[in-house]
């Protein structure tokens, strides 16, 4: 470190203590939060505030433990403690509710989940080899593990709908869709991304590609796009239905290594007509200036998937071993982008 970054005053080497302290038991945050999830806590304050004695009672846990837990959760915005020590709702604990459309609970409940955390306590190990040790702690890749576990396949799919939600209006918006033709929403989770898509575009029809144990609980039985989509069951490793306007590719490329992504564009190519087009809807990693939940979300890919945020330029490497070229990168008004994709 050279002289000019080192820290000089009390007060800087106070400050840099402090967060190098307080960072190193960040994991206690996502443990506690957990905790509030579990028990419910914000459903239990909808009808008013309450203390710690009084949620214990109705959740069935350690009254001590559960008021160091919230007064904690307290200092990071979760939950609000007042003057006699009755705990409240605050705008970030009201996402965690069930009863609510903008609800981000299963989304928090996933990542606070010891699929997501068991990993990131070998992220060392991760740096060391250049691969996530997810698949030596649970036996399998994520997905080929989810394929065995009901609770946690359903969690899983019910927070990348959670998510989907906060962002696929805005993404819908920033694409300029035909009037008429076809789209396919490929590993498309619960619909509800195409579901907004052809209630915007009253005259495009929609397949949503998934495998049968998620398509079971689809959402896109609305009367707003009745008789204009349909399901199919695949696997986009394999082969994806041919012929299609559009294909799209949601949050897809990212959590995959280079390879595995070669592997899916290349059955997307050989499913596109020369004017079909395939959307990939990711985070498009820029060179210089890259937000925080780009960086973030980078270093889950790397612990839990051996995916990455991409640059363009990486981006067109795959696309070109598939046979495939960007035509444009469309910015959205979240994180991510649509790259618009050609065949060669």
Avoid: C
């Avoid at 800087?12 to 506690?32: C, F, H, K, N, R």
């Avoid at 490929?186 to 005259?203: D, I, K, M, S, V």
């Avoid at 009367?223 to 204009?228: F, K, M, S, V």
């Avoid at 070669?262 to 985070?283: C, P």
């Amino acid at each position: 470190m050279s002289d000019a970054t080192q820290p000089t005053q009390a007060t800087e080497i106070a400050a840099a203590v402090t967060q190098v302290l307080g960072d190193s038991l960040g994991y206690l945050y996502p443990a506690a939060l957990r905790v509030a999830l579990r028990t419910d806590i914000a459903g239990h304050l909808t009808d008013g505030p309450k203390t710690a004695a009084q949620l214990a009672e109705l959740t069935g846990v350690h009254a001590p433990s559960l008021h160091r837990v919230l007064r904690f959760l307290a200092t990071r915005g979760i939950f609000r403690e007042d003057t006699d020590s009755a705990f409240h709702l605050t705008p970030a604990a009201h996402v965690l509710r069930t009863d609510v459309p903008y609800s981000v609970r299963p989304a928090a409940l996933l990542f606070t989940d010891e699929m997501y955390w068991k990993p990131a306590g070998r992220l060392e190990d991760t740096v060391r080899d250049g691969s996530t040790a997810f698949n030596d702690i649970f036996g399998a890749p994520l997905f080929d593990h989810l394929q065995g576990e009901g609770e946690r396949e359903r969690l899983f799919t019910d927070a990348m709908d959670t998510m989907s939600m906060t962002e696929q209006n805005g993404i819908v918006a920033s694409y300029d869709f035909p009037q008429t033709g076809t789209v396919i929403d490929l590993a498309g989770g619960l619909g509800g991304f195409l579901r907004t898509l052809l209630a915007r575009n009253p005259g495009l029809r929609g397949v949503l590609f998934e495998r049968e144990s998620v398509l079971r609980r689809h959402k896109l039985d609305d009367p707003a796009i009745e008789g204009r989509w349909e399901t199919a069951v695949g696997d986009f490793f394999e082969a994806v239905p041919p012929g299609a306007d559009f294909y799209v590719l949601k949050r897809i490329i990212h959590d995959k290594s280079d390879a595995d992504s070669v592997r899916i564009l290349r059955t997307v190519r050989n499913a596109m007509s020369e004017r079909s087009r395939l959307l990939i809807v990711d985070a498009v990693r820029p060179d210089a200036d890259i937000s925080p939940s780009v960086t973030i979300s980078d270093v889950l890919m790397l612990t839990v998937f051996d995916g990455q945020e991409r640059s363009d330029e990486e981006l067109e490497v795959l696309l070109s071993a598939a046979d495939l070229k960007s035509l444009r990168v469309i910015s959205t008004p979240g994180t991510l982008s649509i790259v618009e994709v050609a065949p060669v």
